[in-house]
């Protein structure tokens, strides 16, 4: 699997953006997929995680009911809606398919100002 991600950007605080991720693989993308992030100075912490047939889904509790994971599977495409985003936010968000070997995306840049 080859994930490609797109979107990000800079956005004052308050705004949205949506971050995208395009898997390049020869199956029907029945593996759970998702989005991590990671700050300076700080770990990698899972943001969003959509099951294998996108009913799972599992949020960071600070990002609950501000963030959005969908999938699209005719795409091979996951999205992350992020609305009313605040300085915190700020990282190199990393797509992530738990495929066979997990893959990671080359990661995008997200930047809330205040």
């Known amino acids: 699997v080859q994930l490609v991600e797109s979107g990000g950007g800079l956005v004052q605080a308050g705004g949205s953006l949506n971050v995208s991720c395009v898997a390049f693989?020869?199956?029907?993308?029945?593996?759970?997929m998702g989005w991590y992030r990671q700050s300076p100075g700080k770990g990698r912490e899972a943001v969003a995680i959509?099951?294998?047939?996108?009913?799972?889904?599992i949020y960071l509790d600070s990002v609950k009911g501000r963030f959005t994971i969908s999938r699209d599977f005719t795409k091979k495409t996951v999205h992350l809606q992020m609305n009313s985003l605040k300085p915190g936010n700020t990282a190199t968000y990393y797509c992530?398919?738990?495929?066979?070997?997990?893959?990671w995306g080359q990661g995008i840049q997200v930047t809330v100002s205040s």
């Open positions: 693989d020869d199956g029907s993308m029945v593996y759970d």
């Open positions: 959509s099951g294998w047939d996108g009913e799972r889904i």
């Open positions: 992530y398919a738990d495929a066979s070997p997990g893959t």
